[in-house]
Every structure is written in structure tokens, then in C-alpha cells.
T-cell receptor, first 110, second 115 residues
């Protein structure tokens, strides 16, 4: 079983659309969760941490369901600049290792 | 905004040669990391470093790899005898704190091509 699993996409959406990505993780000891975005051939950039209570940053909302070992990211009012690969990332308490999913590609068109 | 920097941006080498990839982490960060990403694949953890020693390493980080913090600012990854399968993007990252409390910030990467 893969450690962090994501639908690879691509998700093709028009500008202004709302899009949701999901991610599941296999290690129940995982304690911290993040969404990163990665543009083609660039470094991962931290988008947001994911907290148990769920959190929002502008157009982005992240949710965590520990019981189902499931994380989600919702993007509202998509912009062309949101086109990227979104990486679901987890780590275990006491360990500095980040475990990455393979990412979900988002393409926003005019 | 402070950022992680890496040099060179692209390194081409012959199989069997040694390469050193360099990173300057964010200045007040104490935890340093190397990751790699083979083209089309996911980002993979290699090693973490704190207080001048390795704190964790993955199975990928075998005896061919080593890390060093030679001075107060640089953090290096050395590959002693490169193999074709070492061709990848190598990312350095740093964080203020360890584990889940430390959000990791990545440098722009070094693309290593082994011929």
C-alpha cells in the first residue's frame, strides 16, 4: 500500500471553478500534514499546513479526517495561476521526514 | 523574504565521478534536509541534519552519500561515485523546528545529470 496516495489527475477546470483534491495516508502515526504546490521543474512550495480542526487561507480550505486517514484541499474561484501540481505531504511525530504523495495536477483554463 | 539557495542549478557529470551539491539554508533555521525527485516521480527524503550530525536517513542514502556543514552557512551533499540512476533533481530544505512543528522550506534545486 502506498504511503500517501493521490489521484494524479489532471483536473481540467475553467477559471472561477471550485475544485477539490483528496489524499489518503497509510501510517496512522502520522501527526502533521501539509499541502505543497509544485510548478513544472520547480521546488515544492508550502501552500498550507493542515490542522485537525480544518483551516482556511483565502480561497484555500484544508480538512483532515484522522479516523479515515484522509486529507482534502478545496480551491475556490480558481485562477490561471493555480495551475500546478498539488502535493499531499505527511510526517510522523518525532521524525523530520516528510513523505510526499505523487501529486495531483490542476490545469485552470480561461 | 528569506529563502533557501542552491548551487549549481544544473550539474552534468560522468558516471563514477564525485559531485558536491551546495545549499545555503535560511539563516535562523536549525534543521536541514536533502530530498531528491527523479523525473516524473515523487519527492523522496534522503537525509536530515541537526546539530552537526545526521538525525535521520532513508534507504536511498547509502555509503555513496554524505552530508556536511563545513561552515556556518553552507550545507552540502556529496555523492562519491555517481551512477546513472542518481540523475534527479536534488532539493535542499530547512526548518526552524523539527518534526511536525517545523514547516520545511525548499530551495530551487540542483538538476543532476549523470552520463
Amino acid at each position: 500500500r502506498k504511503e500517501v496516495e493521490q489521484d494524479p489527475g489532471p483536473f481540467n477546470v475553467p477559471e472561477g471553478a471550485t475544485v477539490a483534491f483528496n489524499c489518503t495516508y497509510s501510517n496512522s502515526a502520522s501527526q502533521s500534514f501539509f499541502w505543497y504546490r509544485q510548478d513544472c521543474r520547480k521546488e515544492p512550495k508550502l501552500l498550507m499546513s493542515v490542522y485537525s480542526s480544518g483551516n482556511e487561507d483565502g480561497r484555500f480550505t484544508a480538512q483532515l479526517n484522522r479516523a479515515s486517514q484522509y486529507i482534502s484541499l478545496l480551491i475556490r474561484d480558481s485562477k490561471l495561476s493555480d495551475s500546478a501540481t498539488y502535493l499531499c505531504v505527511v510526517n510522523q511525530r518525532g521524525y523530520s521526514t516528510l513523505t510526499f504523495g505523487k501529486g495531483t495536477m490542476l490545469l485552470v483554463s480561461p | 523574504e528569506p529563502e533557501v539557495t542552491q548551487t549549481p542549478s544544473h550539474q552534468v557529470t560522468q558516471m563514477g565521478q564525485e559531485v558536491i551539491l551546495r545549499c545555503v539554508p535560511i539563516s535562523n533555521h536549525l534543521y536541514f534536509y536533502w530530498y531528491r525527485q527523479i523525473l516524473g516521480q515523487k519527492v523522496e527524503f534522503l537525509v536530515s541534519f541537526y546539530n552537526n550530525e545526521i538525525s535521520e536517513k532513508s534507504e536511498i542514502f547509502d555509503d555513496q552519500f554524505s552530508v556536511e556543514r563545513p561552515d556556518g552557512s553552507n550545507f552540502t551533499l556529496k555523492i562519491r561515485s555517481t551512477k546513472l540512476e542518481d540523475s534527479a533533481m536534488y532539493f535542499c530544505a530547512s526548518s526552524e523546528a523539527a518534526g511536525g512543528r517545523g514547516e520545511q522550506f525548499f530551495g530551487p534545486g540542483t538538476r543532476l545529470t549523470v552520463l
